[in-house]
């Protein structure tokens, strides 16, 4: 292994893998999918429907009703209606249901990473490894927790669950975010409206589904597809709890709405994580961490190491293993199994990427991509790094959610702290480093609800995720998501 691979002059990787695409067969869908109310799918009263399309062929997958404001209520008087059974149900009984869940998602686990594919983007060695065990894995961890609420928070009286929660969900994990939602409101013996993305409904339709054939009692979990209006008349509808995961900007306009209604709120927004590498880290690790933190998903990860901050010494060695690594990222075909980068997951957020790209430029940034051949159709977008980069420009700034780099440099730990603190956000950070004292001085300065160490995006349903300051606030995950769906002794939080 001495000798350097050699490159063909025009960057490209020195040979190419052989395509192998996985099969679509297994999925199966129907041309039109209703709203999933009252255990059933029912038409919409709206008479409205969309089209679901595939990002990387434009192809339309299927129609999707649109969910109006009556369509809403009638989810929420269902969730309502089957509150007080599900909640009475002794909670071993109520575990059954919920591991029911997590078995069925894992036996139909091959179906649900392609339509996940299909209908996000998304490379299927992601939805395959990532998306659908983690979405089985928050379903098991939970129905661990349902009959032993009481023992989980020693001191605090007793658990009740909150009523009805209205959740709402984001495109990027959409199987995942609908796991993360519901599994620790069904364990705490809440009732459920999810409203998932406008782009990627179908997963959640496929997860209503399951959900029947585990024979949950009609009405504990419903799923209401639509846009932004459909996620607004939720917040609005006469629901207990609201748990939101989506952009910060529509995070503002909830945390207005649902102030002085009573309504408990938890906001999961956005994110401009730092991932810091300090002249001591090994160096291949971190670049392999650094590609993992902004790649994965197309970047479109609100927790993404967006902003890369290289202590100086090692600058030039790691940007040149970065942009070597670039070369050999596969972008294209999500359902092909050897593909690193798949398709954006719409136009609208290809628009917001070029917008934001064109603006590093055009503030005098220097942006490096490497050559690669796009689809002809659909939506995508190169693997690009920026350096040269100031903290002033937006590029520095703005949450893109994709797969664009944002590359800075310091000298020492406090630049380090003080500029990966110098953000509206504060979701996440990665440390690389071999100190160990080093980490543990970083983890306590860092304002972000989750530090990595010589690592990057690492998710478990016991551990808790959630942002400081415009990140948002509460926890999904571990006990702490448990919290959300609880009152104790009769209404305190
Ligand atoms: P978004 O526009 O905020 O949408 C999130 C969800 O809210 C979607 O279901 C959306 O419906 C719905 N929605 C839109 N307007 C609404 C309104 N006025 N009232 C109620 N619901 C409304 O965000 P996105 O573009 O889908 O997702 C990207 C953003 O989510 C990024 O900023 C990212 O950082 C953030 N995110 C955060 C986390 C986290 O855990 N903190 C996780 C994933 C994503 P439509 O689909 O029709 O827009
Ligand atoms: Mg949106």
Redesign the pocket.
Known sequence: MSEAIERPASGAPPWEYASAPESTDIVRLDDRYGLFIGGEFVEPKSGKWFATISPSTEETLAEVAEADVTDVALAVDAARDAAPAWRGLAPAERAKYVFRIARQLQERAREFAVLESMNGGKPIKESRDVDIPLAAAHFFYYAGWADKLEYAFPGRGTPEPVGVAGQ??????PLL?AAWKLAPALAAGNTAVL?????TPLTALLLAEVIQEAELPPGVVNIVTG??ET??A??DAQVDKIA???????GK??RRSTAGSGKRLTL????KAANIVFEDAPIDQAVEGVINGIFFNQGHV?CAGSRLLVQEPVFDALLGKLKDRLQTLRVGDPLDKNTDVGAINSRAQLEKIEELVESGVGEGAEIYQPECLLPERGFWFRPTLFTGVSQSHRIARE?I?GPVLSILTFRTVDEAVEKANNTPYG?SAGIWTEKGSRILHMAQRLRAGVVWANTFNRFDPASP?G?YKE??FGREGGLHGLEPYLTFDGGAP
């Open positions: 709402i969900i984001p495109w990027n994990f975010m409203k998932p993305a406008e782009t846009a932004g996620g607004a939720l917040v939101f995961t989506g952009s910060t900007e529509v306009i909830i999961e927004l956005g994110g609100c949450e959610f979701l995720f942002g990140s948002g």
